[in-house]
């Protein structure tokens, strides 16, 4: 089975609590697209620089048209080893995996994208719960739900499934913008020994992803 390339970028700010004491936390986001989350601050980045350049270089198809349409994405991790390369591909990390990405939509897609082309933005989600691949791995669906907030709506599906032999689970929310110009992703994954162990924590970084919409 061909492994899918996440077909998932701008200026990452890590924003601080202030106050008494220090922040537990790290809380990345783009001021300019009005996204943010939080993550433990002894996660390592995976920078935006580092996340452009690799796709810049890539031999993928159509990589660098896509490029072009990324405003801004940043990765985090608890593997101080894990490589810019293992975030574009399927490959089950065996620590949490955090993704953000924020897309402009090219003007064929801005009237056809639908609830169902935001679950098919890692997977092809649809088609393999279809049956429509035979050749799909064993695939379930955990979870699959609207999400609605301030800049934008969506979807988050969380779902199972394995390569070479190894399950991962992967906990995915996207969302179009609400004038339908703008896509955002985001993707927290690992084996799925390592999500079971980490659920309440994964859980906690994707409740904090909030799309407010750019300014």
Do not use: H
Not at 8 to 37: D, H, R
Not at 178 to 183: A, E
Not at 186 to 201: G, I, L, M, P, W
């Amino acid at each position: 089975m061909r492994r899918p390339v996440i077909a998932l970028l701008g200026i990452a700010l890590v924003l601080g609590l202030t106050g008494c004491g220090e922040s537990s936390k790290l809380y990345p986001a783009s001021k300019s697209e009005g996204v943010f989350f939080s993550v433990p601050t002894n996660w390592r980045a995976l920078s935006t620089a580092s996340l452009n350049k690799y796709e810049k270089e890539s031999t993928e198809p159509e990589g660098a048209a896509r490029q072009a349409l990324v405003k801004w994405q940043i990765a985090y991790t608890t593997n101080k080893k894990l490589k810019v390369p293992e975030v574009f591909n399927l490959t089950a990390p065996s620590q949490p995996l955090v993704f953000a990405r924020v897309r402009d939509l090219e003007s064929s897609e801005i009237n056809s994208v639908s609830y169902n082309t935001l679950r098919d933005v890692i997977v092809p989600v649809t088609q393999i719960i279809a049956g429509d691949d035979p050749s799909a791995p064993d695939f379930q669906i955990l979870v699959d739900q609207e999400v609605v907030q301030k800049g934008a709506r969506g979807v988050q599906t969380v779902y199972s499934f394995s390569i070479d032999d190894k399950e991962q689970t992967i906990n995915q929310t996207s969302l179009m913008s609400n004038d339908r110009t703008t896509m955002y992703i985001f993707v927290v994954r690992c084996t799925t020994e390592c999500y079971a162990k980490n659920k309440k924590k994964i859980e906690e970084i994707v409740s904090s992803f909030t799309v407010e919409g750019a300014r």
